[in-house]
């Protein structure tokens, strides 16, 4: 099953679209655009069940969940995605036991993507935002190969603005963590202006975990 969301979608239409789609099967997409950012772009929703709320504005996923905005892929068991009165998207992404919600975008201009897993994922359609929680990590490709690397309780990517912010689990340990403090992995560049053909780095803000009480 695959929808797409536009931001001039009328709530009762995209209800009997919706409708329509999980009783056919049918595929629903908007005219292609020749639009560089990923925020002017549909929102695809792919999954095996779905179910919408009119009331709420709530679309509700499960089962090999796939949502895809421009170049921005989010991939997990469930979603709940939410439309604003603006017409804004928001994802909530959840994984089941032992496994880990995914989230792939594309840096502008250059040949890297950034690569990020946790067990739930929450993503700000408005703000640009992906907030990974538990046992996150993200990377930063160049290609095919990882360029850096961070792991965390906590990951915020603000692809709008191409930086990180890290959260430490306060002590306790993660995956890849075992202290519980923020781990980064980052390889050198030769040449920092992107003379050699690569993107600037991306700007890497560590947050202390929360006072205990």
């Known amino acids: ?7 001039s979608s009328r709530r009762i239409a995209v209800a ?4 329509l789609a999980a009783a056919t099967g049918l595929t629903l997409s908007a005219p292609a655009q020749a639009e560089r950012a990923d925020r002017d772009k549909p929102l695809v929703l792919e999954a095996d069940n779905a179910s919408y709320d009119d009331v709420k504005q709530i679309y509700t996923l499960t089962g090999n969940v796939v ?5 921005m892929v989010l991939k997990s068991d469930a979603a709940e995605v939410r439309t604003d009165p603006e017409g804004y998207q928001y994802a909530v992404a959840t994984a089941k036991a032992g496994r880990q919600a995914y989230i792939r975008q594309k840096r502008d201009n250059v040949d890297e993507y950034i690569d990020g897993w946790g067990d739930r ?3 700000n359609g408005k703000q640009e935002i992906a907030k990974l929680i538990g046992n996150a990590r993200m990377v930063r490709l160049e290609g095919a190969k990882v360029a850096d690397e961070i792991r965390g309780a ?4 603000d692809s709008r603005n191409e930086f990180y912010t890290a959260t ?3 002590g306790n340990a993660t995956a890849g963590s075992p202290s519980g403090r ?3 992995v980052l390889s050198p560049r030769q040449n ?20 205990k009480p």
């Open 1 to 7: 099953m695959t929808l797409s969301l536009t931001t």
């Open 16 to 19: 009997a679209l919706f409708a």
């Open 67 to 71: 949502l895809t905005k421009g170049t």
């Open 121 to 123: 994922i929450e993503y």
């Open 154 to 157: 906590v990951l915020t990517y």
């Open 168 to 170: 430490g689990g306060g």
């Open 182 to 184: 923020v781990r980064a």
């Open 192 to 211: 920092q202006a992107g003379a050699d053909g690569g993107g600037s780095p991306i700007e890497l803000k560590s947050s202390p975990p929360p006072a």
